[in-house]
């Protein structure tokens, strides 16, 4: 094979072994890499009914066939597992050297299973696998961590990590690289941390074999100079996501006090042109000209890398408008390794759970420094902390008195920085994500405020599943990162030359959907393989609030969703997926992605329709 390394390691924690796994053309042909192959892996190597924390979960590091070959942008790798926050397919995508690493080392995948019975690093270089005892490291933040092993192994070796959350098991834990890479809002932290594992440090050496050399090499330096001809080129480098921020409050889309509103008083404060005063650099994944990651100065003197999510999770979610302020929270967050869209999310609800007294917590909206206390003690398990830790699905469902209502989440994932009031082609995207609710498959809502917010549209169902498909499916896959293509319009035939000069194959544009689709399809089946007779249409329906409690503020004051309009709208995005009323893919579905077999086994958990 070309492109493809042909290898996976798989490593057993419990019984410090790790054995190279050749696969074959048919699989990287069908499933292409990353989330295919996480997919995949996970579909046919877990049981049913697992507890994600414990040693039988399995821990999936990805890359796709271009990582590792120098193709723009291409420096992210999958982390994926059962998810402990959603009970379901986890999983997310960071930037790292690491993935690059992996793949020169030699493996496309690496699958962790078992439980180390102390702490320990892993240190894969070329064919061998280390298990080094991480004492030393336990209990060390994430930055700190990777400082220390790079003094040992080099700055060119690629690390992941967690810091004291994952270790400590908090459900929305992620895995942090490079000082505020992170990737895996579904607790793929917390599935590291219960199996004992600190760190991951990648070290390859070895050729990527080829088709076609000299083409990709031009095809790359070709492609980067592509990118920076693109209009928004300029001011992407200067403002990345941040931007988003202006964008929202114009649009009544900013998350702002738990969701309840759009707009936010200060979001000027916190925004893009506010954060380019405070800017001192920036940063990014490897093998990027377009580094979005905005390096500031935070409140403590300490460098943050901030973007569109965290900063309105962290500032206007939970009230907080000044930016520096939020900035210090971020970087609290990526050192001790929490997902900052939960963790302002699950902030935000409990502000809101205080404020109707239905905890005897006092909490206020704004507040510096009791929410940077709060932060520690979710990530250390600390009396309140420890319930929020669980997740808003889980604080709520034990806080009850009506919370339930307030608690912004879609399967057990919180919502991500998009309010949904006036916007329900965004809620369907999150109701329909791969992984809860997550914007990161269909950013439909500039599309939605372009094309008009009112409709529950065919059009904006259509339009959602075909950016499921492109984003959800293609550079998911690939492991590459959307962004030239989403924000700079960076056309997407030059993957499709990309992937001729590195594999040999011709993979037409139509051939890619169709493999996106069936990952999606198979993401699907692990959802309701997992939740079995118990997985309802309801469950992915958005929050209450956003069908209850209208905007009060803003110029769509008065907007919510309708719910009758949007169930219906739900059940013909169904339709069009070729799934049933509950949202269970037919066998006919299933048969048309080859995927019979899947369709044999989910037919043991529920009854499907033809
Ligand atoms: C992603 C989610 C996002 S999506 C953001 S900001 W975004 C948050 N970032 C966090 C962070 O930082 N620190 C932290 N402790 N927690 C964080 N949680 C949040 O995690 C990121 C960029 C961004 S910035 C986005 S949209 C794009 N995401 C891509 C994707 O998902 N796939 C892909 N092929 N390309 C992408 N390109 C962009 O990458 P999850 P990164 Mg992330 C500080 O994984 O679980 O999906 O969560 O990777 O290297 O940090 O780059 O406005
Ligand atoms: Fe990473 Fe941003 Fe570059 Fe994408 S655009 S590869 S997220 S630095």
Redesign the pocket.
Known sequence: MFGWTGNFLKVDLTRNKAVAEPYDSLLALSYIG?RGFAAKILWDQLSPGINPLSPENKLVFAAGPLTGLGVP?SG?LV?AAKSPLTGGYG??????SAGIQMRQAGYDAVIIEGKAETPVVLHIKNKVAEFIDAADFWGLTTFDTEAHLKAIYGSSAGVVSIGPAGENLVKFA?V???N???????G?GAVMGSKNLKAIVFEGYNDIPVAYPQDLKELNAAGYREIMTKPSYAFWKKQ??MS?VEWCQENSTLPTFNFSEGVFEKADKIGGFAMEKIKVGNRG?PNCNMT??NVVKDSNRGE???????VT?LGSNIGLGNLRQVAAL?RL??E????????GNVIGFAIETSEKRRITEKLDWGKYTETRDLIKDIAYRQGFGSLLAEGVRTAAAKIGHGSPEWAMHIKGLEV??YDCHAAPAMALAYATSS?GA???EAWIIAWEVKFGRKGYTEEKINKIIEMQRI?GGI??F??????PNTSLGFELEWYTKYLLAATGKEMPFNALMYAADKTLNLIRAFWIREYGNNWTREMELPPMKWFKAPLTEGPLKGAMLDFVKFDGMLKTYYGKRGWDERGIPKRSTLQKLSLPDVAKQLEKYVTLSD
């Open positions: 990353g942008n992210k982390v999983d997310g995508n960071l930037g790292t992620i942090i690289s490079q505020g890479r992170a990737g895996g809002r579904a793929m990345g996501t988003t994944c979005c990651g943050s890398e901030i973007d569109y999510e965290n999770m971020n967050a990526d001790l390794g929490l997902d900052t869209i939960s963790l991500s920085a992984v997550h914007h990161k984003r550079f998911e690939l492991s590459i990162c959307r962004f």
